[in-house]
């Protein structure tokens, strides 16, 4: 058989040809009529023929069930009969799943004139362009974004790309935000089983709820802000036992009464973990039947929500708290820059009846609470953010650095507050729950640190005696310096990254002993995961944890944590690429920046007016013989003694820009300093010689 050609591998795995093994490698690669899983097989001799299709069969709650598109998973297969009418051959059962590859293949098809062209990688770390013969083009035109994979056209060839979709013209900046999300495979659009399904869902009646409709409760979000899942409250307590004390009430919207473990409502949000924010739009985790609508905290409509009552001391100290479900109806909405104005006195119309019975006792409970938070004493790192502000036609209009206000501040103290009441009921209650962690700064990361500290001047302890209030007495003295917002981007960069885990270790940056998120459940699985919880422990309804998912939070924990980790870097990723484009009709021109980053292979600049970031080759810094200074964070040069350190203010040129990577080359046009560079220079002479300029390059 083997010679006739119906057999095919070798003699120990010999298989009938155009059939699979009954264990196989799969990829996951879409979801078909009915929302099920699709897959192919990752191994496939296209001498075979197309490669065969692959339902996967999930069950609800085991730990399957975090499998999405884009993921790779061992299973067994089973041929389906003839006539499924699903267009799948096999029915597979996931084993395991295994390792997810990075990042997709993305790259910009450059045609030739001779037929085919080139893939050119989107990835500014991927170096590697490739080939593309005319037949597998697909429908990709000159400059198009593609999304390409390696196939082979027999058992030993070498492997060459294929096209497998054409996504757009990477220099529009309309379709930017596409370019992250096909390349971190974040799910965009949902199924239509899982659309079906928000059809049929309905509010709840007032039944064990507590009316709160009549108190005022505010929401106060960005001017742009599309769901409103947090509500606050505030008023004086008139116990007289708690003298110039508060009572705050934090409502948040009652997710987990739409969303049952297990529907496909749940197994969507849980496979997406969270909601990802772009300046043009943005990809929920829910759909907008439920995030849009029913969830979102309306003004003056009534909204079921879950709410805390957090009582306070007149110097901020919680004295106790009580979740409740609830029923409520927002009296109004309003950005924080419209709060603000009113509490500095100037309300709007809007603002103006809210004042004595809402917006006054808010501030003065902050004030209280802001008290107690200082004692507490939380990393204090308030960096300022780029905002991209898109035109009616969405191309940049320009990067803003919006101004921290009081008003942000009091929503984010508040919700603080109410996370860690979750937190403390249930570990009161005994019931599993995920954490929100943040774990102390690495040894070696606290190294680095003191190093560059010490070339300042400045100190922190060891790790042993290490505490939030050692970083922010640097940051005060920071404050004196020419540098003070580089030393806070230092800082950030030392600390070890937040997760969840239903182990606690504390967080480090809040200064607290037990966090969990509760206060933000349309846009974070972990806050459903805690209000089902709390449900549960307090008995406050049928749709709590149920014991299926609690043998899974450390698996879901650590999908929630990934998927959070791929939203931060498509987010990232897009404002690099959205600025770039922003700049790119500017080649020439000259900027004011700062040295943000020193490497062996050259400077990393900061553009003072955008925020954007750019490289700048140490081939390119002049006839010298340059010395990476680790510790220092410099480039010495060998000849003069002048070279450049991280904050300095430098005048640069832009070279280049490619919008498609997000990437920004510039010339250095500030001379090297002098400055203080002999005793490093001295430090270097017996250091081994890393990466240099021009100097090496004739040696």
């Known amino acids: 058989m083997a010679a006739d050609g119906t057999l095919t591998g070798d003699k120990k795995h010999l298989k009938e040809k155009g059939k699979l ?13 009915d929302g099920d899983l699709i897959a192919k097989p990752l191994q496939w001799d296209e001498d075979e023929g197309k490669r065969p299709t692959v339902r996967l069969s999930l069950s609800a709650r085991s730990a399957d069930s975090e499998i999405g598109i884009g993921d790779r998973v061992l299973a067994k297969l089973t041929r389906l009969p003839r006539g499924t009418g699903s ?5 597979a059962t996931p084993i395991k799943k295994l390792p997810k590859e990075k990042r997709r293949l993305l790259g910009v098809f450059r045609a030739s004139k001779r037929g085919g062209g080139t893939i050119e990688p989107i990835d500014r770390k991927e170096l590697k362009s490739w080939p593309i013969l005319p037949d597998d083009m697909g429908e990709a035109s000159d400059g198009d974004l593609v999304r390409f994979e390696l196939v082979r056209r027999g058992r030993f060839a070498t492997p060459r790309a294929e096209i497998v979709e054409s996504l757009g013209n990477p220099d ?3 379709q930017i935000s596409l370019i992250a999300i096909h390349a971190h495979g974040i799910p965009e659009d949902f199924p239509e089983s899982v659309l079906k399904e928000c059809e049929t869902l309905s509010a709840p009646t007032m039944d064990r709820r507590e009316d709160l409709r009549a108190v005022p409760l505010l929401t106060i979000d960005p001017v742009d802000a599309r769901d409103h899942d947090d509500a606050v409250h505030a008023e004086f307590d008139s116990d007289p036992k708690n003298e110039g004390g508060f009572i705050v009430t934090v409502a948040i919207a009652d997710v987990a009464h739409y969303i049952r473990p297990g529907s496909k409502i749940d197994r969507e949000a849980q496979l997406r973990g969270n909601s990802v924010y772009f300046p043009d739009r943005v990809v929920p985790m829910l759909p907008e039947k439920i995030s849009n609508d029913l969830c979102s905290l309306r003004e003056g409509e009534e909204r079921a929500c879950l709410a805390v009552h957090l009582v306070f001391d007149r110097h901020g100290e919680k004295r106790r708290h009580k979740f409740v479900r609830a029923m409520m109806r927002s009296a109004a909405k309003l950005s924080y820059q419209e709060a603000q104005a009113a509490i500095d006195g100037q309300p709007s119309e809007k603002c103006e009846p809210l004042m004595e019975r809402a917006l006054k006792p808010l501030w003065a409970a902050y004030r209280a609470v802001a008290i107690a938070r200082d004692k507490r004493g939380p990393l204090d790192l ?9 035109d009616d036609k969405g191309r940049v209009a320009r ?3 919006p101004e921290r206000l009081d008003a942000h501040r009091l929503i984010e103290e508040f919700m603080i507050q109410a996370n860690v009441a979750a937190a403390e009921t249930l570990e009161e209650k005994r019931l599993p729950l995920v954490y929100r962690v943040h774990d102390a700064p690495s040894a070696e990361k606290l190294k680095g640190l003191r190093d560059f500290l010490e070339t300042l001047d400045m100190k922190v302890p060891h790790a042993g005696a290490l505490r939030p209030e050692a970083f922010n007495k640097v940051l005060e003295q920071a404050k004196n310096l020419p540098v003070p917002d580089l030393i806070s981007e230092v800082i950030l960069r030392s600390q070890s990254q937040a997760e969840y885990t239903p182990k606690n270790i504390g967080h480090f940056g809040l200064n607290l002993v037990r966090y969990a998120h509760f206060t933000s459940p349309i846009r974070r699985y972990a806050d459903l995961i805690v209000h089902r919880a709390l449900i549960r422990a307090l008995d406050l309804g049928p749709d709590g944890l149920t014991d299926e998912e609690i043998p899974h939070l450390a698996s879901v924990a650590k999908a929630i944590s990934d998927t959070e980790r791929r939203a931060m870097s498509a987010e990232r990723e897009t404002t690099d690429r959205l600025v770039a484009a922003h700049l790119a009709d500017r080649i020439g021109a000259t900027f004011p920046a700062r040295i943000a980053g020193v490497t062996r292979s050259g400077l990393f600049v900061r553009l003072k007016d955008t925020g954007a970031d750019g490289y700048i080759p140490i081939s390119s810094l002049g006839d010298d013989y340059y010395h990476h200074i680790e510790a220092s964070h410099a480039l010495v040069g060998a000849r003069t003694g002048a ?22 080359r510039f010339e250095m046009l500030t001379p090297a300093s002098r400055g203080n560079f002999a005793a490093l220079k001295a430090g270097a002479r017996g250091a081994p010689r890393k990466k240099f300029g021009k100097f090496q390059r004739r040696r």
């Open 172 to 174: 529009d900046q309309r």
């Open 382 to 390: 308030d960096l300022p953010e780029r905002r991209i502000v898109l």
């Open 643 to 664: 070279g450049y350190r991280l904050g300095d203010t430098v005048e640069v040129r832009l070279l280049e820009a490619i919008p498609s990577a997000g990437a920004l």
């Open 21 to 33: 093994p009954p264990v196989t490698t799969l990829e996951v690669t879409g979801r078909d009529d």
């Open 399 to 401: 990067v803003v650095t």
């Open 87 to 91: 267009g799948a051959i096999y029915e």
